[in-house]
C-alpha cells in the first residue's frame, strides 16, 4: 500500500536512483538487491549504467573503458560521456520513468563531475554545457554514494577481474583513487537532499539494508501518510 501511494505522490511518474563510487564500491551487487526489494513491494524497476545502457551508449564504453578517451584528453573523452548519456537518457532513462518505472543507474552524471572534472580538470562550463544539451533537468531523485577506503576498493576490484586486464580507471595510480573518493565525500556533503553517503566497507547486506532504509525514509515513509511503510 505505502509503495502504491509514493508512485501515486510523483504523478505516475517512476523514481530515478543512481549509484555512484569509486572502484569496488559494490554498486551492482547493491543495485541488483534493491532491484529485488522494489520488486518485492510491486513496483517495476529498470537496471541500467553508465557509460553505456542503450546500444549507442554500449558502443561508446567500449570506446572509453579500452582507453581511447584518455588518449584523446579529457575534454573530448568528455564529450564522449556526453554522447552516451544523451543516447541513455533519450531512449532508456526518461521512456522508462514516464511510464512509471523505477530506474537504477550504475553511474550517472556525478561520475562525469568527479572523474572528468575534479580528477581530469575538465573546465566546469563545458560540464555545465554538456549537461544542459544531453539531460536538461533530468537528474536523480536520489543519489546513494557507496564509500569504501580505496585498498577495499581496489583489492575488490582486483578479485572481481579475475585475470583480465585493469580498465582504463581501475589502472590508475592510488593517488587517483583517493581524490575520486574525496570528490564523491564532497558531492554527498554539498547535495545532502539528493544524495545519502553509504559506508559501503560492511557485508553486503548490512549496506543493502542502510541503502534500504534511506529509500524508505525517502520515498516512502513521508508520503504513505497512515500507510505503513515497506519494511
Partial sequence: MAAQVAVKAAGG??????FEGGEGSGKSTQIKILAERLAGVKLHTLVTREPGGSPGAEIIRHLVLSGMGKLLGPEAETLLFAAARDDHARTVIEPALKQGTWVLSDRFSDSTRVYQGTLGKVAPGLLNAMQRVTIGDLKPDLTVILDVPVEIGLKRAAARRGNAAADRFESEDITFHQKLRDAYRQIAK??????????????PAKVAANVWSALRDRFFAANAGNAAAPA
Avoid at 554539498?190 to 566497507?201: G, K, Y
Fill in 190 to 203: 554539498d547535495e545532502p537532499q539528493r544524495c545519502v553517503l553509504i559506508d559501503a566497507s560492511e557485508e
Fill in 13 to 18: 511518474r517512476g523514481r530515478f536512483i543512481s
